[in-house]
């Protein structure tokens, strides 16, 4: 199988190499109430967009990547298969709340079939939880002195995650990693970044100020117009190893029912857009687009 690995940065960039990166978890308390950062940045959230919105960030984060150390592919790459989340690492209350992560995702995104296990030999993603002071010497027994130089002074890293891909742009396999002693927020921010992006949404681009595959955003949640990218990803219809171009025509059929879903799974979200953009897409559409 010819693979190649898609490794992006948090507050960094997206690398392509042929081998495996990882993504970690912070500590957290387990049952709380939601971090007040979250639950503050959630309420603030602008979830009514226009198609051309949607999809112009939908092209941006899944295609491509920001840094890569094999050959540039401008194709769709996604999990054909079900996705197997194991994490490695002493620390309950952080497995936990990357569950919570996880669930949260498949619950989120229809056409997938996301969720823990723990059979390592099972999984096809595994989480790596280790302490921030560890991420160097972890980066050089990885890739080597020469490539974990190379990342160090490029995108000095806070969390990493990347995948395998084989000849047909299949996902195979995926490794994402974090410091296990960042904070509540970082967890959540991280997890939850890292863990969407190794399902095919795998460039940062910061000209898209609504999605959290921003460098200069932190959600610390699946927020709604991300669940839009990873829902038009995971449609069916969207078959790996496809172009721009080739979305681009199925778009008129899929989005409208991508809109239906991100709808009804959060029934309890107003419609809101910013004051300075027109809401093109409005209750009124939404309404329509729930019948079909």
């Not at 639950?39 to 920001?66: Q, V």
């Not at 160090?152 to 996902?171: A, M």
Request: hydrophobic fraction near 45%; glycine fraction near 4%; include cysteine.
């Amino acid at each position: 199988m010819a693979d190649t690995l898609r490794i992006r940065f948090r507050h960094g960039l997206a690398v392509a190499a042929s081998c495996l990166v990882w993504l970690c978890g912070v500590t957290v308390a387990a049952a709380q109430p939601e971090n007040a950062e979250i639950s503050a940045r959630r309420a603030a959230e602008r979830t009514a967009f226009s198609d051309d919105e949607i999809k112009d960030g939908f092209f941006k984060t899944a295609l491509g990547a920001e840094l890569q150390f094999d050959r540039a592919d401008k194709r769709i790459r996604k999990f054909n298969e079900p996705v197997r989340v194991f994490v490695v690492g002493e620390a309950p209350l952080v497995r936990a709340d990357i569950a919570k992560v996880v669930a949260d995702i498949q619950g989120r995104v229809e056409h997938i079939d996301f969720a823990m296990t723990d059979d390592r030999q099972a999984a096809n993603v595994v989480v790596t939880l280790v302490r921030k002071n560890e991420l160097a010497a972890t980066l050089r027994a990885r890739y080597g002195a020469a490539k974990a130089k190379q990342i160090q002074q490029k995108l000095n890293p806070e969390c990493l995650s990347g995948i395998g891909i084989d000849k047909n742009f299949h996902i195979k396999r995926a490794e994402v990693f974090l410091p296990v002693d960042a904070g509540e927020f970082r967890l959540f921010d991280c997890a939850y970044e890292e863990l969407l992006q190794v399902l095919g949404v795998v460039n940062d681009d910061r000209s898209v100020p609504w999605t959290m595959f921003n460098d200069d955003v932190q959600m610390g949640f699946f927020d709604i117009y991300d669940q839009h990218l990873v829902n038009i990803l995971y449609d069916p219809r969207v078959q790996p190893g496809m172009t721009r171009g080739e979305v681009e025509s199925l778009m008129p059929e899929v989005l409208p029912t991508v809109r239906k879903w991100v709808a009804d799974v959060n029934p309890e979200k107003p419609l809101k857009a910013d004051a300075t953009t027109e809401q093109r897409f409005n209750v009124a559409d939404r309404d329509v687009a729930a019948l079909r």
